[in-house]
């Protein structure tokens, strides 16, 4: 099994990170896994500039910045499943991860439907990875889980939008220092189950 995962905190061997491996410990546990980690703040992935050359409205052209990402989309179209990951930065995914999604449009393939008029009405579309499993990992500072929904419904959206197949969250809270969340058991129990569960068939 082919797992990507996207790490989109600033700072390796932080709570996201460390939730991740575990994660793809979980995943390792039962089965034979080739895994792929992006750190989303080293890699050459340049900001989304809204240009819309790889939507329909301009005919699905190659997106003109010249960087990793078609290489990633490549890759991502022969995995399995993904892992989205993320701090909490003040309510909202990192600046990182929000550029991923953003980039990642190319998955999408939209055909849309026009009246006798000409205008727009609608779209239907089809997604390059849809079917493929994925899993959310969520770190915060603060205690209250409720901080980060909005952050887990959005990345919820996203997947729905690619037509990802969600098997999974971890959400772990109160982690005010690096790392904090290894002293954590039922976080890091939590976040090995659902990798074993990412790694199911079916």
Do not use: W
Not at 18 to 27: F, I, K, N, P
Not at 86 to 93: E, L
Not at 144 to 153: D, E, H, M, Q, V
Not at 156 to 183: I, P, R, Y
């Amino acid at each position: 099994m082919k797992i990507m995962a996207f790490v989109g905190s600033p700072r390796k061997g932080s709570n996201v990170d460390t939730l991740v491996d575990r994660v793809l410990e979980g995943a390792g546990s039962t089965a034979a896994v080739d895994v792929e980690k992006i750190y989303l703040y080293e890699a050459d992935i340049k900001n989304c500039i809204g240009c819309l050359a790889c939507t329909a409205l301009k005919g699905g052209q190659p997106c003109p910045l010249k960087d990793d990402m078609p290489g990633i989309l490549e890759r991502m179209i022969k995995a399995d499943g993904f892992i989205f990951s993320t701090p909490n930065y003040v309510h909202s995914m990192s600046a990182a991860l929000t550029n991923f999604f953003c980039r990642m449009q190319p998955l999408i393939k939209m055909d849309i439907i026009r009246d006798e008029q000409g205008k727009i009405t609608g779209a239907d579309s089809t997604s390059l990875i849809a079917g493929k499993r994925a899993v959310m990992v969520v770190s915060q500072g603060d205690f209250s889980p409720s901080r980060s929904a909005l952050i887990l419904r959005t990345i919820d959206s996203n997947l729905k939008d690619f037509k990802l197949k969600a098997v999974g969250e971890v959400l772990s809270t109160g982690n005010l220092e690096k790392a904090a969340v290894k002293e954590k058991p039922q976080d890091m129990e939590l976040a090995f189950s659902i990798g074993i569960r990412l790694a199911a068939n079916g």
